[in-house]
């Protein structure tokens, strides 16, 4: 499965995007889907994963109350709704498939990624 991100920018503190992750060459339907972000400089960090029913969601602790991962199975998209950005949010954002591995019952790795989309929030 292919698997591209859009929908990152510039925003001020305090906005909101929403990221969208368009799936080809294979329904993700069957897939658990997560995002990931990468800030310059550090490793790359887990932010939100949605089991492929929508049933189960999870996120890391930097972003709950704040993002809301979901999906459109009919569309093969998943989404990240990120409100109240803050400049430690800036980062590149990936969009990932289909579990490999748990860490401590989270998606903690997968096996298709996107390309990435640039989310800079300022102050």
């Known amino acids: 499965v292919q698997l591209q991100a859009s929908g990152g920018g510039l925003v001020q503190a305090g906005g909101s995007l929403r990221l969208s992750c368009v799936a080809s060459g294979s329904t993700i339907r069957r897939y658990h889907m997560g995002w990931f972000r990468q800030a310059p400089g550090k490793e790359r960090e887990f932010v939100a994963a949605?089991?492929?029913?929508?049933?189960?969601?999870w996120y890391a602790d930097a972003v709950k109350g704040r993002f809301t991962v979901s999906r459109d199975n009919a569309k093969d998209t998943a989404y990240l709704q990120m409100n109240s950005l803050q400049p430690e949010d800036t980062a590149v954002y990936y969009c990932a498939a289909r579990v490999l591995k748990y860490v401590a019952g989270v998606p903690a790795d997968f096996d298709s990624w996107g390309q990435g989309t640039q989310v800079t929030v300022s102050r």
């Open positions: 949605i089991s492929s029913s929508s049933g189960n969601t």
